[in-house]
């Protein structure tokens, strides 16, 4: 009897709440009608003229030059015009055109312009960020911890370039070193306001959730694409890799099979080194470990038992990948940052949850290891011969020292001249680690203010996650912080110099800075719904009214 009391109470709390909402009349009704009408004649009006000019300009160009430059000169007009029209879509397609990026150059002719086609989405609609917030005076550099060291390390980097890439400048031959300077620059920070951008971009709960669902869904796309890429070159219907000598063990765009660029398939030695969708082998294995991360955080952590089961799918595509593509990186990393995943995000005092999700990656591994033994041995073989010949260690000091040996100056030898996408500027050097690479460039003083940028940010994600109360945004958060905390201080390699770490390093940690306010924002809404969640304090109540009082970014 006391059960069914509860029930016939809960029912009639939920009668009453429900007829407690108010209903919109028909005049209310006409004019959100009207509102949408006006809207969509807007956005009609804003396009055709667009589209009309780039028509005209494809046409032109296919005329006086080739149909190819045609489409890409149109596109690519119209592209910068909507992106900047529409920041808010050309965001989303920033973040989602990323991964097929090199898929897309290469189909279009591999011009060395269509590399930069992802930032013909980002900086347009960059601009229409910063034109709004210095408009109706809203904060530009989030978090406003960030502010003083992000400022003091563009007074040493502008410095930098001012003083030697513009003593190089007077003396160049052949070179642009100012020019070099500034991709450079892009390639350390170029798209840190990507958080800013994030924090507007993500205004509720469900904004949220789009974008990492759809994240899992690209992740599962790009990996079935790249298994479809192995599947062409283990069948033969894409050829082998061809020549002799040095060239059957380097990735060329000869060999090149359905989608992204230079690849590298000669089975008979045991290496292969696939590029996915990418253009080259190296940004695939990056994607591959970055994206265990967001995978992992929709396997956990989504709402939706539908949608986790995405998240685990994409993890298992994720796991398969790193095998197959024969990246040794990402054959060590991706089990690596799994387990540090389940240890940051706690994941492992859950074993309701965490046993079923393993259990059923490690069946589908160990039949991966059944079905394509030869890869997996082969993938094994070369990280362990490439462990023994330069143990990571050694490499990280060697290169270390080369670059204080290499040191010229008070604020290095300038921007770019170790940066590898800023070389048709000038002449660049291969440094291998992040850091060496950061030391050669800006000397001492620039490495340890970047360090300390990153620190900052390092701090504050942490902060921001831990402030969490939903357990499913806090997972979310906790996702997003380790993979902030382990790309910021990672010593091997340059994952924050290349696609798509560099854009994925500022995603993750805007999210992780905008789950507090959508925390805040929905436990207040419950409140007010009377579904007894967890009050706000005063402090939340202060940041929360705080960031209604923002104006919307449209």
């Known amino acids: 009897m006391p059960k069914t009391k509860v029930r016939k109470k809960s029912k009639k709390n939920n009668q009453s709440s429900e007829s407690s909402q108010p209903q919109l009349s028909k005049k209310e009704l006409r004019k959100i009608a009207r509102e949408k009408a006006k809207d969509r004649q807007q956005v009609i009006s804003a396009i055709v003229p667009i589209l009309l000019v780039s028509v005209v300009v494809c046409a032109v160009l296919s005329v006086i030059?080739?149909?190819?430059?045609?489409?890409?000169?149109?596109?690519?007009?119209?592209?910068?015009?909507?992106?900047y029209r529409f920041p808010r879509y050309a965001l989303y397609g920033f973040i989602f055109f990323l991964p097929l990026s090199g898929t897309v150059t290469y189909l279009l002719g591999g011009n060395a312009i269509l590399t930069l086609a992802k930032d013909g989405f980002f900086f347009p609609a960059l601009l229409a960020v910063v034109i709004f917030c210095l408009k109706y005076k809203q904060r530009l550099i989030y978090p406003p911890a960030l502010r003083i060291p992000l400022i003091i390390f563009m007074t040493?980097?502008?410095a930098s370039l001012l003083f030697v890439n513009g003593a190089q400048q007077l003396s160049a031959k052949g070179e642009q070193p100012?020019?070099?300077?500034?991709?450079?620059?892009?390639?350390?920070v170029g798209y840190l306001l990507l958080i800013t951008c994030i924090h507007y971009l993500i205004r509720t709960k469900k904004d949220l959730y789009f974008l990492l669902r759809t994240q899992a869904v690209l992740i599962i796309v790009c990996c079935a694409l790249g298994f479809m890429q192995y599947m062409m070159l283990k069948t033969g219907i894409c050829p082998p890799t061809q020549g002799s000598g040095e060239d059957?063990?380097?990735?060329?765009?000869?060999?090149?099979?359905?989608?992204?660029?230079?690849?590298?398939y000669s089975p008979q030695f045991g290496v292969i080194r696939l590029p996915g969708t990418f253009v080259a082998p190296w940004q695939w294995g990056w994607f591959l470990i970055s994206s265990t991360f967001f995978a992992f955080g929709t396997a956990f952590n989504d709402k939706s038992i539908i949608w986790r089961g995405v998240g685990i799918v994409a993890m298992?595509?994720?796991g398969v990948m790193a095998v197959l593509s024969g990246q040794r990186i990402a054959l060590a990393l991706v089990p690596v940052s799994l387990i540090l995943l389940l240890l940051m995000t706690g994941q492992l005092l859950q074993p309701k949850r965490f046993l079923p999700i393993a259990g059923g990656l490690t069946v589908i591994l160990i039949f991966l290891a059944q079905q394509y033994p030869e890869a997996l041995s082969g993938s094994i073989d070369s990280l362990i011969s490439r462990w023994n010949a330069a143990p990571p260690t050694h490499f990280i000091t060697h290169q270390l020292e080369w670059a204080m040996e290499q040191q010229q100056g008070f604020l290095g030898r300038g921007l770019g001249r170790a940066t590898n996408a800023a070389r048709i500027f000038g002449k660049t050097v291969l440094v291998e680690t992040y850091h060496s690479k950061v030391l050669y460039e800006l000397a001492p003083l620039g490495l340890i203010l970047l360090l300390s940028l990153f620190t900052v940010l390092v701090i504050t994600t942490f902060k921001s996650y831990r402030s969490i109360k939903?357990?499913?945004?806090?997972?979310?958060?906790a996702s997003m912080f380790t993979f902030v905390l382990f790309i910021s201080y990672f010593p091997y390699y340059y994952p924050l110099d290349v696609d798509p770490v560099n854009v994925y390093y500022w995603l993750a940690a805007g999210i992780a800075l905008k789950l507090?306010?959508?925390?805040?924002?929905?436990?207040?809404?419950?409140s007010t719904d009377g579904s007894g969640s967890q009050k706000l304090s005063k402090k939340e109540l202060r940041q929360l009214l705080k960031s209604?009082?923002?104006i919307e970014f449209r």
């Open 65 to 83: 030059a080739e149909p190819k430059l045609g489409v890409i000169g149109g596109g690519g007009i119209a592209c910068l015009a909507l992106s």
């Open 156 to 158: 040493y980097a502008g």
């Open 178 to 188: 100012i020019l070099l300077g500034i991709l450079g620059l892009k390639a350390l």
């Open 248 to 264: 059957l063990f380097k990735a060329s765009l000869d060999s090149r099979c359905f989608v992204g660029g230079a690849l590298l």
């Open 316 to 318: 298992a595509t994720v």
């Open 470 to 477: 939903d357990p499913n945004l806090r997972g979310y958060g």
């Open 516 to 526: 507090p306010a959508i925390d805040r924002q929905e436990r207040a809404k419950n």
């Open 548 to 550: 209604q009082q923002e």
